[in-house]
């Protein structure tokens, strides 16, 4: 299984047909697979790269530090969530 590509183009286009189909293929890709990469986005290559070194950098991080952002209560929605603590619903793993 791959994850799903969709053109913000599309969406933005200004054609109503476009749009819905993206809305379609977007809201497919989250129903069959969960993910899904958005491309034309407008967002800066640089940008992306810049914020993919901010995430390993916090990830590298040793647990005790990661855990001062781990909200209780949330469900993993917000902040840091430990390795273990999500769970596909109704699932033990």
């Known amino acids: 299984m791959s994850i799903p590509v969709v053109d913000?183009?599309?969406?933005?286009?200004?054609?109503?047909?476009?749009?819905?189909?993206?809305?379609?293929?977007l809201g497919k890709a989250y129903e069959e697979v969960g993910f899904v990469a958005i491309k034309n986005h407008g967002i800066p290559d640089e940008f992306i790269a810049q914020i993919y070194e901010y995430v390993q950098q916090f990830f590298s991080l040793?647990?005790?530090?990661?855990?001062?952002?781990?909200?209780?209560?949330?469900?993993?929605?917000?902040?840091?969530?430990?390795?273990?603590?999500?769970?596909?619903?109704?699932?033990?793993?």
């Open 62 to 93: 040793p647990l005790q530090i990661k855990m001062n952002y781990e909200i209780e209560g949330l469900a993993g929605q917000r902040g840091y969530t430990s390795f273990g603590r999500e769970h596909a619903d109704k699932q033990k793993w």
């Open 8 to 25: 913000l183009a599309e969406f933005l286009s200004g054609n109503a047909n476009s749009k819905a189909a993206f809305v379609q293929k």
